[in-house]
């Protein structure tokens, strides 16, 4: 069982906006950053959002992300097939010496 | 280009051994903290350990403490996983990432910004 908690599953038609939740708890999202990751399938993952809402260069501004207290948000606007993939949240958790954690991952299918 | 390229991995037998390596090029490896990060077949993303620039720092998740020890040679721009007592649970592609600092004093921020594309360990009698 994954620290932050997503959906496991996510879909939306090409064109739409979708967004996949992370939860988490004081010593992870609620006193640390949130950065995202995609993993395209049999890929390794790529940086999509780090401190909660900043894109690296060469994402596309379709993507966001936020945070409130100890949850966070990433939201995919203008939906496209190439977008399917699998998404995972992260944050460094303050607990038992430090370590990163991750969620468990939300598939998300373009319909 | 920045590049991180893992090798190591291959079939083992429960409770054998493996040492994987991660070669790093195109930026200043000593100047960055590293990570391994493991994914179990058809599950999701699992950090395993950190290890801070200059090896000062190390952290292992629960799961691998006191089984395997990370460690680096700067000079050789590289970074190690040697892997003991290894169990059919330990079965995952490894990744070795970068890790980047952001922010200002009082206020940094990490976020692991370069994977490489991993290596296959199978734990299998």
């Known amino acids: 069982q994954s620290v932050l908690t997503q959906p496991p599953s996510a879909s939306g038609t090409p064109g739409q906006r979708v967004t996949i939740s992370c939860s988490g708890s004081?010593?992870?999202?609620?006193?640390?950053?949130v950065n995202w990751y995609q993993q395209l399938p049999g890929t390794a993952p790529k940086l999509l959002i780090y401190?909660?809402?900043q894109r690296p260069s060469g994402v596309p501004d379709r993507f966001s992300g936020s945070k409130s207290g100890t949850s966070a948000s990433l939201a995919i606007s203008g939906l496209q097939s190439e977008d399917e993939a699998d998404y995972y949240c992260?944050?460094?958790?303050?607990?038992?010496?430090?370590?990163?954690?991750f969620g468990g991952g939300t598939k998300l299918t373009v319909l | 280009e920045v590049q991180l390229v893992e090798s190591g991995g291959g079939l083992v037998q429960p409770g054998g051994s493996l040492r994987l390596s991660c070669a790093a090029s195109?930026?200043?490896?000593?100047?960055?903290?590293m990570n391994w990060v493991r994914q179990a077949p058809g599950k999701g993303l699992e950090w395993v350990s950190y290890?801070?620039?200059?090896?000062?720092?190390?952290y292992y998740a629960d799961s691998v403490k006191g089984r395997f020890t990370i460690s680096r040679d700067n000079a050789k721009n590289s970074l190690y996983l040697q892997m003991n007592s290894l169990r059919a649970e330990d079965t995952a592609v490894y990744y070795c990432?970068?890790?980047?600092?952001?922010?200002?004093?009082?206020?940094?921020?990490?976020?692991?910004?370069?994977w490489g594309k991993g290596t296959t360990v199978t734990v299998s009698s």
């Open positions: 401190s909660n809402n």
């Open positions: 004081s010593s992870n999202i609620g006193s640390n950053t």
């Open positions: 990432a970068r890790e980047k600092k952001g922010g200002s004093w009082n206020d940094y921020y990490y976020y692991m910004d370069v």
């Open positions: 992260a944050a460094w958790d303050d607990s038992l010496n430090g370590r990163w954690v």
């Open positions: 195109g930026f200043t490896f000593s100047s960055y903290s």
């Open positions: 290890i801070s620039s200059s090896s000062s720092t190390i």
